[in-house]
């Protein structure tokens, strides 16, 4: 008896591996809508307070993304078994039996249409999209050079709409660039220490489209994106609506200089995107680390400052200082 619960235990451990809860972080994008909105603390009269909606949404994801990672592992298991660290994954060394986590993955499935039929339509296409999409990455385009990345950016794309449907709101372009931009750039960073890894063995291995990639190629490619990344939000911020201080801060502007005023304080968080940049940049060249972006920004504490400085200046920019 204490040996099968032993077992259960293990693969209950094993199972949680798969869903790999770490990757949760890039749903965080859920949330980029409302933020920048204005609306973080809106309380509509006839409905949930939006905060609370995209946390839901949020929730979902969370169930949707971790069911997607389980199927991938399922369809990789030979691939990822000649990985130098892929290989260590559950499934594909054999603690997680394939029927099991073919049943979590349904059963997690299943909750997540059930949830979305509280929210809009579209929401649930979206979900839909991106199931299809997640399916053509692990089947096909992740063995296409180029459209392996342009999915890992769709798939970020498809988060900051969801989290933007459940409540109603509107995008700037410039945002959704940015997004596009940022998505992009962590992929190729994720190609680059991809390449770095298998360095001295057959880099086709394990992902075909690696052997397209040339190491000049990836360089080309991370310095347009990291370039395209800062400057898109660079103008994002400039573009975003004038910023009109009520009587809290009235006298602050009026004992500053003309030459110091601005009506576009979102402005002052770009150097927070423009260090992060230059720091993960550091951490794909320097240290080979950009194979698991989400690790990196958590394990990382110079960037997770940046990350978390970044966020507590955009809050304090447009809730306090608007």
């Not at 209950?12 to 949330?31: C, E, F, G, M, S």
């Not at 709409?161 to 998505?183: C, D, E, I, P, R």
Request: charged share 15%; net charge positive.
């Amino acid at each position: 008896m204490e040996n099968k619960n032993r077992r259960n235990e293990s693969v209950l451990i094993a199972l949680l591996r798969t869903a790999r809860p770490r990757q949760w972080i890039k749903n965080l994008a859920l949330y980029a809508a409302l933020v920048f909105s204005g609306l973080f603390f809106f309380d509509p009269v006839d409905g949930w307070p939006y905060l609370v909606t995209v946390t839901y949404a949020f929730g979902i994801f969370c169930l949707l993304t971790s069911s997607v990672y389980i199927i991938n592992d399922i369809i990789d298991q030979e691939a990822d078994s000649h990985h130098p660290f892929k290989r260590h994954r559950p499934i594909a060394s054999g603690s997680l039996p394939v029927p099991v986590a073919t049943f979590a993955a349904i059963a997690m499935l299943t909750v997540v249409f059930l949830m979305s039929m509280w929210l809009s339509g579209f929401f649930r296409l979206l979900i839909l999209t991106y199931l299809v999409l997640q399916f053509l990455y692990a089947k096909t385009t992740k063995h296409i050079p180029i459209l392996d990345v342009i999915s890992i950016a769709t798939g970020f794309l498809i988060r900051i709409y969801a989290g933007a449907v459940v409540v109603n709101l509107h995008m700037s372009v410039w945002f959704l660039l940015t997004v596009v931009s940022a998505s992009l750039f962590l992929a190729v960073g994720k190609r680059q220490s991809e390449r770095t890894l298998m360095a001295g063995k057959d880099v086709g291995e394990t992902r075909k489209s690696l052997k397209r990639y040339s190491q000049r190629l990836l360089d080309q490619y991370t310095g347009m994106f990291a370039n395209a990344t800062w400057l898109t939000y660079a103008l994002f911020t400039f573009q975003n609506e004038v910023v009109r201080p009520d009587e809290r801060f009235a006298n602050f502007y009026t004992i500053l200089p003309r030459t110091l005023q601005s009506q576009k304080l979102l402005m002052l968080t770009l150097p927070f995107v423009i260090v992060g940049v230059m720091r993960y940049l550091q951490l794909v060249y320097e240290d080979n680390e950009g194979e698991s972006p989400e690790l990196v920004i958590i394990r990382d504490k110079a960037l997770l400052t940046t990350c978390f400085l970044f966020g507590i200046s955009v809050m304090i920019v447009i809730y306090f200082l608007t």
